[in-house]
């Protein structure tokens, strides 16, 4: 027995679909599951490993293709690819509500992750448990925003975060070396952007060793660059500063 399956339709299955209407219609791309999001952060940029196929759809459950013209009116292009770029960008990822929930809750645990990795206990120096900065963002009710991305979240939840526990960003430990000519001038400019300063040595030259805000980095190494014209150098001693052992909360 053969079944007729007309040539505009394409079947396809587990599959996550992104959804836009532009000039009063419906268009769909069928992705992979899990890649949208890949795409939106930057983490994937091969459109290929998105894409289940190229085609843009009315309605991708049905298996539905849209007209070439349909897509020229609304896109102002018949290509494909760019226009199934337009979809990734601007469209909105369908998702059921339990697959919604479960996304969620793995953003909530890698937003708390990040903040885990880059904090300590401004007094004791000691890293705080994932599971500790999980307690306390659910304390301040804090919400996953499905639009940023976790890291963008993670800085949000700490400046949140100071309000009921004792965080900070750890500090990083660094290592300037600059020209005996430029040191006093330099390490005035540079005092506001320093924390501490563990150790200062000037003979030839200025070596300092000290405490910095992770958010100050780049300022020091352009301050440094640029005014010692590439003579000071800038090393990092450890990414971040701390004592051994979790910190808990009694």
Request: aromatic share 4%; charged share 35%.
């Amino acid at each position: 027995m053969s079944i007729f399956t007309p040539t505009n339709q394409i079947r396809l299955t587990n599959v996550a679909v992104v959804r836009m209407k532009k000039g009063g219609k419906r268009f769909e791309i069928a992705c992979y599951k899990n890649k949208v999001m890949s795409w939106r952060s930057g983490a994937e940029k091969d459109l290929d490993e998105v894409l289940q196929t190229s085609s843009v759809f009315n309605n991708v459950s049905k298996g539905q293709v849209a007209k070439k013209d349909d897509l020229s009116k609304a896109f102002g292009t018949d290509d494909l690819t760019e226009i199934c770029k337009q979809i990734l960008a601007k469209g909105e990822l369908q998702v059921s509500d339990k697959e919604r929930q479960s996304q969620l809750e793995t953003s909530f645990r890698d937003i708390a992750t990040i903040v885990a990795e880059k904090c300590v206990n401004p007094e004791t120096k000691r890293p705080y448990t994932v599971n500790l900065i999980e307690r306390a963002m659910k304390d301040i009710h804090y919400s996953v925003k499905a639009n940023k991305s976790t890291k963008q979240q993670a800085l949000e939840v700490i400046r949140q975060l100071k309000d009921s526990i004792e965080i900070q960003r750890a500090h990083m430990r660094l290592r300037l070396v600059l020209p005996a000519k430029d040191g006093k001038r330099l390490k005035d400019k540079l005092k506001p952007l320093l924390k501490v300063v563990e150790s200062e040595d000037f003979d030839d030259q200025l070596e300092m060793v000290c405490l910095v805000d992770p958010g100050c980095f780049r300022e020091i190494d352009e301050l440094i660059r640029c005014e010692t014209k590439g003579k000071g150098s800038l090393e990092v001693l450890s990414l971040k500063d701390v004592e051994e052992g979790d910190e808990r909360l009694e």
